[in-house]
């Protein structure tokens, strides 16, 4: 594998596109610019590149037909989350709930965002606060000298996740191998109509090295 610092190889998003249409459906697309690391991750995951016409005529997507994947990442830095309000005149708020992170006059002085993610959404929904963005880099465990991928999620479900999930990488120690994944929802809203989504979630399988020893990896 080459550096962490190499630039991201491509996107990682969920769901299938049909007729430009967005389908809530379990699988995973991974989107890139190079022709070569799509060929390599289709070789993987058993299928083929598509060009995203709607896109970039240049760009292309290769669907796993399949709700998880086991994928690399090399350090707790490589998931961040971080709050972000937009208005008329652009980004407005940007923080990672406890000091700015822009713009560069702010950067480092408290927020004043509330401690929990609970009170975050509130204010949220009543169009006070940010919103959660959070930012995965990871490597496909089939092929992780193809490079970086990146999976963006506005969800707060996802974002409460996040210190958890970096206290665990942080807690291995060394690039780990972990599955990232997407999780059925189903609740009934208060007119009794059920309502069925998908999270993304991330589980930390153990250590690379260690895995790639045992034969595991794959």
């Known amino acids: 594998m080459s550096g962490a610092a190499e630039p991201v190889i491509g996107d990682c998003d969920f769901g299938r596109i049909l007729d430009g249409k967005l389908l809530a459906q379990p699988v995973w697309r991974l989107l890139t610019m190079s022709p070569q690391a799509a060929k390599s991750v289709a070789s993987v995951l058993g299928t083929e590149p598509q060009q995203r016409l709607a896109t970039s005529p240049e760009q292309l997507e290769v669907v796993a037909e399949k709700a998880s ?5 090399e350090d707790p830095g490589r998931l961040t989350a971080q709050m972000k309000l937009w208005d008329s005149r652009g980004l407005a708020h940007h923080c990672d709930g406890r000091v700015f992170l822009s713009p560069e006059a702010d950067a480092g002085h408290p927020c004043a ?4 993610m609970v009170e975050r959404r509130a204010r949220a929904r009543r169009g006070q606060g940010p919103q959660p963005v959070t930012t995965l880099l990871f490597r496909l465990a089939e092929c992780p000298d193809v490079g970086s991928f990146r ?3 506005s969800s707060w479900r996802f974002a409460e996740t996040v210190e958890g999930i970096r206290t665990q990488l942080a ?6 191998l972990c599955e990232l994944a997407l999780q059925s929802v189903e609740f009934a809203t208060q007119n009794s109509r059920r309502v069925c989504y998908h999270k993304p979630v991330v589980r930390v399988l ?6 790639s020893a045992m034969g595991l990896v794959t």
């Open 151 to 153: 999976f963006r999620s």
């Open 171 to 176: 807690t291995v120690g060394d690039p780990a």
């Open 69 to 73: 994947l086991r994928v690399l990442i």
């Open 113 to 116: 965002c509330p401690p929990t």
């Open 206 to 211: 153990g250590s690379w090295a260690s895995n």
